[in-house]
């Protein structure tokens, strides 16, 4: 494991919340929290749309980081035009789908008091064009990631992240017009992936970097692993966003505030796991093809030293909560915001151990159990966000969201330790 590539995903990682953190109070107080509700419904939404690749971004992290310095390595240009092309296809698919939504009414569903209708319907259309731009993202990502290059990924999600928070904080200044709002993380989304690209090709050597072409086979090979992570994909991000759109549906948009606010604070922890677990899938799908007991224990070594720094973290955040929340944002949360964080400081903990699960299976090519996992959570939570927050209110929505991935997390252990 290499820790200065741990080093730089860290980074890149962490410098946006720093941002978010500066930025979001000043945001609010200018929006409001209605608005500020619709724009975090946006950033779930296109966090949702970055995964809805249908697993080819991660398939060709896959692919890649086995051909690389071998006989075989010629078929990398194949591999990432045909990657390309498909994630193209998947990417207009869901802008087709947002923009009829979008036209037959779908903003109705979340409910609103001074956002106007017309804010709301530019706003979708807008979001439409992030569809494609991220699925494609997502390929160029993979193959930096298959190369190591941590280094210039994280400068583009430390500017991603700027964008993310501070363009809106900055636009805002100006009008509160959610479009306006809104197009700022669109055009944030188009740079990234023309930036994703340069750096793609960069990291290819002279015998990987010729001109390459669409072929069945290729094909075949990203969907056999990425048909699986196909629904994950589709289900996993469902699963993380889910309880922002039905605290929005059942309760309001301003609620959104009170419940997302407490979730940054506790859900960021996860980028320490994200940028070790990105660094692992590569490593250990390399030395998978190696020596299966390197594998193994250079990802007990990692699983130990992620549980004892989460356990340390969750705890500490889980008493400062209050303090945090009155430091941050003040007068614009209510006391159930701390409870709705310190419940979900236990389901981190727990989401902490089963992403290095997660990406153990997957640099195993064990997608299938992942997504039969995801599958039997689906309905579970979504009966269990349904009823914990109409009884419950934005705390049942942090409870459903715990309960969620302790079982996933369980689920992820049995996979990985008793059906090899």
Not at 190 to 198: Q, S
Not at 329 to 346: A, K, P
Not at 379 to 388: E, Q
Request: proline fraction near 3%; include cysteine.
């Amino acid at each position: 494991m290499q820790y200065k590539n741990i080093f730089w995903n860290l980074l890149g990682l962490g410098l946006p919340l720093l941002i978010a953190a500066l930025t979001v109070p000043g945001l609010i107080s200018v929006i409001g929290t209605e608005r500020f509700g619709f724009l975090a419904l946006a950033w779930g939404l296109i966090g949702y749309a970055g995964a809805l690749d249908l697993g080819i971004g991660r398939a060709v992290t896959l692919r890649l980081a086995s051909l690389r310095g071998r006989d075989s390595e010629n078929e990398i240009p194949d591999v990432i035009s045909t990657a390309v092309r498909i994630t193209t296809l998947i990417g207009t698919v869901g802008f087709v789908l947002i923009v009829l939504g979008s036209c037959l009414g779908g903003y109705n569903f979340v409910p609103r008091q001074t956002v106007t209708i017309s804010e709301v319907l530019i706003s979708l259309l807008l979001l439409a064009l992030a569809i494609p731009m991220q699925a494609i993202s997502a390929t160029y990502r993979g193959v930096n990631e298959a190369y190591l290059n941590f280094k210039n990924i994280s400068f583009l999600r430390i500017a991603l992240g700027a964008a993310n928070f501070g363009a809106p904080f900055l636009v805002a200044q100006f009008t509160n017009q959610l479009y306006w709002l809104i197009g700022t993380l669109v055009l944030s989304r188009g740079i990234a992936l023309f930036m994703y690209r340069k750096f793609a090709y960069q990291c290819l050597s002279d015998g990987a970097a010729g001109v390459g072409k669409f072929t069945k086979d290729q094909a075949n090979k990203l969907l056999r692993f990425g048909g699986w992570v196909t629904v994950s994909s589709i289900i996993s991000p469902f699963l993380v966003q889910a309880d922002r759109f039905f605290v929005g549906t059942l309760i309001s948009a301003a609620a959104v505030t009170a419940y997302v606010i407490p979730y940054e604070i506790t859900v960021q922890a996860l980028i320490l796991v994200g940028a070790i677990t990105t660094v692992a899938f590569p490593v250990i799908a390399n030395y998978l093809q190696e020596d299966i007991n390197k594998a193994h224990h250079a990802f007990n070594r990692w699983l130990v030293k992620v549980s004892i720094i989460m356990f340390c973290v969750m705890g500490c955040i889980a008493i400062l909560m209050p303090y945090v929340l009155k430091l941050w944002v003040g007068q614009y949360v209510s006391d159930e915001s701390t409870w709705v964080g310190r419940v979900l400081c236990v389901g981190v903990f727990f989401n902490a151990i089963g992403s290095m699960y997660y990406s153990f299976l997957h640099a195993s090519g064990r997608s299938k159990e992942t997504a039969i996992l995801h599958l039997i959570e689906l309905p579970m939570f979504v009966g269990a966000l349904y009823v914990l927050i109409t009884y419950y209110g934005v705390v049942g929505a942090a409870l459903a969201w715990t309960l969620r991935v302790i079982f996933d997390s369980l689920g992820l252990f049995y996979f990985t330790k008793f059906k090899r």
